[in-house]
């Protein structure tokens, strides 16, 4: 938005301020400055003998790895108030202000330091991290193939500013924003932790269930997958002569790509609706079919939720259980036990250049079955608490895309 004097004035404000917003380069409001290369670090694997060296990866959940700290050292110190940006990489333009934890380590050569001088480093942060900064940073990744961010071009990132106390107001809001996304964050990861943690006891069976006279059910079995399934996946006929990729349908041919996170990722699909799919009986899914990936990435699990829809293509096989005898919710879960990946899935793959599984090996994987009641109660409680992650996922997505609007409108 332009105002009548031909400044841009944000779509969003605080409707208490009213001056104009000032234009400036990066390096005319903070010092940037490269971190301790490779010349000043000397590693050491006792902490208590040496500082934390801080790169762009702590901030995302990297291994620690501690520094002697030398009198070199002490001038690549963070202080409060600090930003890093990463400097290289698929990271490179990733900003993050220092919390206190970090404080008094010493900082990086690929996560150059930004120190402000006297404006709000919680609103340059967030400032930072907008689709105006991010655009400029595109611009100077054109045609590299690995994307780099030298101090010039850091320094020469524009900012618009408005005075300190309009700064601190958009800051303490967006960190308010931030603070509640963070909550959520760590209320889902409670809730995995302790799915993983009851998966354990239940698989284990060190918890058990109950019938409805009070009673334990009878001793699980152990069989194997072919036992209580149909396990089969594309031939290779049928994908030559039968499937005609195209870019738009109806008709999804769910390949390898497409199962992630126990759930199917649509996001980039191809659809046969002008294949011969008449021919493709043995290749059409339907609800409760499990999908499981045999090549490449392993043990990828999903489950189908409609009929009519898709189609096996090539990676990926399909799971079609005696539901007389296995509840798929229950099979699904079962699969996602670390020890079942470790024990049956792993002792299977091939040791070629790549990893894969046959249709006879898939077949051979053991499961521990318990009665179908039984199942059907496991199944039902897992897929709640799974249920209640995927909500706060959600509400955590629904923060996140709101909290990019707020930039787009509050900034220019």
Same mark, same amino acid.
């Given at each position: ?231 089969? !996946?594309? *031939?290779? &006929?049928?994908? %030559? ?7 738009? =349908?109806?008709? @999804? ?123 059907? !109660?496991? *199944?039902? &409680?897992?897929? %709640? ?7 706060? =996922?959600?509400? @955590? ?16």
């Amino acid at each position: 938005m332009i105002n009548p004097s031909g400044n841009p004035i944000p779509l969003l404000r605080f409707e208490e301020y009213s001056a104009l917003w000032k234009l400036q380069k990066l390096n005319s409001i903070a010092e940037i400055k490269r971190g301790a290369g490779s010349q000043y670090i000397k590693y050491v694997s006792n902490p208590r003998n040496g500082i934390r060296l801080i790169r762009i990866g702590d901030f995302l959940g990297s291994e620690p790895v501690f520094v002697e700290d030398t009198r070199d050292m002490k001038r690549f110190r963070l202080m409060k108030g600090d930003i890093l940006i990463a400097g290289t990489g698929a990271t490179a333009g990733i900003t993050f202000l220092v919390p206190d934890n970090f404080i008094d380590h010493a900082f990086s050569y690929n996560a150059p330091r930004i120190r402000v001088i006297n404006d709000s480093a919680n609103y340059l942060v967030q400032y930072l991290k907008s689709n105006l900064v991010l655009r400029q940073q595109q611009s100077l990744f054109t045609g590299l193939a690995q994307p780099f961010l030298d101090m010039r071009a850091i320094g020469g990132f524009k900012i618009h500013l408005p005075t300190l106390p309009e700064q601190q107001k958009i800051a303490a809001f967006l960190s308010a924003v931030d603070t509640k996304i963070q909550q959520l964050q760590r209320k889902k990861e409670l809730l995995e932790q302790y799915k993983k943690g009851v998966m354990q006891k239940i698989f284990s069976q060190e918890i058990r269930f109950k019938n409805e006279d009070g009673n334990d059910y009878p001793d699980w079995e152990e069989r194997s997958l072919g036992d209580v399934g149909d396990v089969s !996946k594309l *031939a290779g &006929y049928e994908f %030559t002569k039968h499937i005609l990729y195209e870019s738009k =349908g109806e008709i @999804i041919a769910l390949r390898g790509l497409n199962i992630k996170n126990n759930s199917l990722d649509l996001s980039n699909v191809k659809y046969i609706d002008n294949s011969e799919l008449g021919k493709l009986g043995r290749s059409k899914l339907y609800i409760d079919d499990l999908m499981f990936t045999y090549i490449g990435t392993i043990g990828e699990v999903a489950l189908i939720k409609e009929d009519n829809r898709f189609y096996l293509a090539p990676n990926v096989s399909r799971i079609r259980l005696n539901k007389d005898i296995a509840n798929p919710l229950f099979v699904i879960q079962h699969f996602n036990l670390p020890r079942f990946k470790q024990r049956e899935v792993k002792k299977y793959i091939s040791s070629s250049s790549q990893p894969a599984l046959t249709m006879g090996n898939v077949r051979k994987f053991l499961i521990h079955l318990p009665t179908l009641e039984e199942q059907n !109660k496991i *199944a039902s &409680y897992l897929g %709640t608490v799974d249920k209640c992650a995927n909500l706060i =996922g959600k509400q @955590i997505g629904g923060i996140n895309h709101f909290k990019k609007g707020l930039l787009q409108q509050m900034f220019i």
